[in-house]
């Protein structure tokens, strides 16, 4: 454990997820935690407009009969917990309390654990742990992915009202699409030509695609593969499975680690071999880095990964210090909207999207970070889907007050959603897609 101090200026730190110990999932351990927690966060409130957890969380109090904590039931805890997209915003960007600050405020991980008792005594919702399955969802949708994205198309109403009433996944949620073929498949159809004149000729680069770019949006990978050849960096895409944080989200911490172990396992031999590790997907880099080290922190290739893993932004972001890029992007018109991804932020890097797109010549870069409000299935699912478009509203409309006409996340599923709430209204259309998309784009590849 981090040794605690009295005030925040040092960099956030985190303990470990100690999910093993018997105390994790003592219920009187569990509640005195929660209640000290949640006096700190009264007596601040600094979050009250981060998402619905802290208004639910204060209003609680606010309307209790003394109007304190004390006087608040344990039964309402999960009205806070279930409003956790463990976005990471209030430990990353608002909290003044988190480690090594002496009061050890980590929300998300309290709100996890929590989730992981709920889990025990059966109290979570089935479909978003079947949801959680992503390989095995999507091996079954690629049995036939054109009937699949028929079966799941928003507007097929003859489906999607009974897919709500049964499963609870909200009708009017856009799910995603699944490719005909993988990324991985179709990364093997395409010239892997690396240019030899390149400043940063002689890296190595193994893409972990991440399961979303692997089975519905395979543009990214080969947009991130076609970047990289141009720069002079050998490719070799990888996906030895997800990464484990849907099952994260659903308190499944014995298959996390199971996954990061496969995984680790299979991109540790890389590593070994000269290869750097590029992740094309914000949640899955924060896994590979810090949530999977929290988890399983005595397992060496864990550690191995974690410091040999980078962003795809943060990757070309390093070649441009580094060595330089290749000559030849182009301005393209209408300029670009950087939404900040949490999970991007929550990496503690810095705005990597934004530091690699101002690469591109006299090409207008502005940036949003707000939460998109999507978090996993909170955005898909009935009981929390409001919650999701209220707060993705608000950040839509901050993208639309930038007034370009691109707008980035690293992301997807924020893309996604955030790309029908800006064009939801027969207005021009605001052109979503991945920054490495937008740079391939500038580069005409």
């Excluded at 991130?224 to 911490?253: D, I, R, T």
Aim: charged share 25%; net charge neutral.
């Amino acid at each position: 454990m981090t040794e605690k101090k009295e005030g925040s200026l040092s960099a956030p730190t985190r303990d470990i997820v100690d999910w093993k110990s018997p105390d994790y999932l003592n219920e009187d351990t569990l509640d005195a935690e929660m209640r000290r927690q949640f006096e700190v966060c009264h007596s601040c409130r600094r979050c009250f407009n981060l998402c619905e957890s802290f208004p639910t969380l204060f209003d609680l109090i606010d309307e209790s009969k003394d109007e304190s904590l004390e006087s608040v039931d344990s039964k309402d805890f999960p009205k806070v917990v279930d409003k956790c997209t463990l976005c990471d915003m209030c430990f990353m960007t608002k909290c003044p309390y988190v480690p090594p600050h002496e009061f050890n405020i980590d929300f998300p991980h309290l709100m996890l654990r929590y989730r992981t008792l709920q889990k025990k005594k059966g109290q979570l919702s089935k479909m978003p742990q079947e949801l959680a399955k992503i390989d095995r969802n999507a091996k079954i949708a690629g049995v036939s992915p054109s009937i699949a994205n028929w079966g799941s198309n928003k507007k097929n109403t003859l489906i999607r009202k009974p897919l709500e009433a049964l499963t609870g996944i909200d009708k009017s949620a856009e799910l995603p699409k699944f490719e005909k073929k993988t990324y991985i498949q179709q990364s093997k159809e395409i010239s892997k030509v690396i240019n030899k004149d390149a400043p940063a000729f002689g890296r190595k680069v193994a893409i972990y695609s991440t399961c979303y770019v692997n089975y519905n949006n395979t543009a990214v990978g080969i947009a991130a593969e076609k970047v990289l050849l141009h720069n002079g960096v050998e490719v070799m895409p990888v996906y030895p499975g997800c990464c484990g944080m849907p099952y994260l989200e659903q308190s499944q911490h014995e298959k996390v680690v199971k996954q990061s172990e496969l995984v680790s396992n299979e991109l540790c031999k890389l590593i070994d071999e000269g290869y750097d590790i590029v992740t094309l997907t914000a949640s899955c880099g924060l896994m590979l880095k810090f949530e999977w080290p929290l988890l399983n922190p005595e397992n060496e290739n864990i550690k191995k990964l974690s410091n040999n893993t980078y962003d795809i932004d943060q990757y070309i972001s390093n070649i441009s210090k580094q060595e330089g890029l290749t000559a030849g992007l182009n301005y393209i018109d209408g300029g670009i909207t950087v939404h900040n991804a949490c999970h991007a932020r929550a990496q503690n890097m810095g705005n990597k999207a934004l530091e690699m797109l101002k690469n591109i010549p006299d090409t207008k870069v502005d940036v949003v970070e707000r939460c998109a409000g999507h978090g996993g299935t909170f955005g898909v699912m009935k009981e929390t889907r409001n919650a999701a478009v209220k707060y993705g509203r608000t950040t839509a409309r901050q993208i639309k007050n930038k007034k370009t006409k691109y707008v980035v996340s690293d992301c997807p599923l924020a893309s996604k959603h955030l790309d029908g709430l800006l064009n939801e209204k027969n207005e021009e259309r605001i052109v979503s897609m991945h920054p490495i998309e937008f740079l391939s784009k500038s580069y005409n590849l």
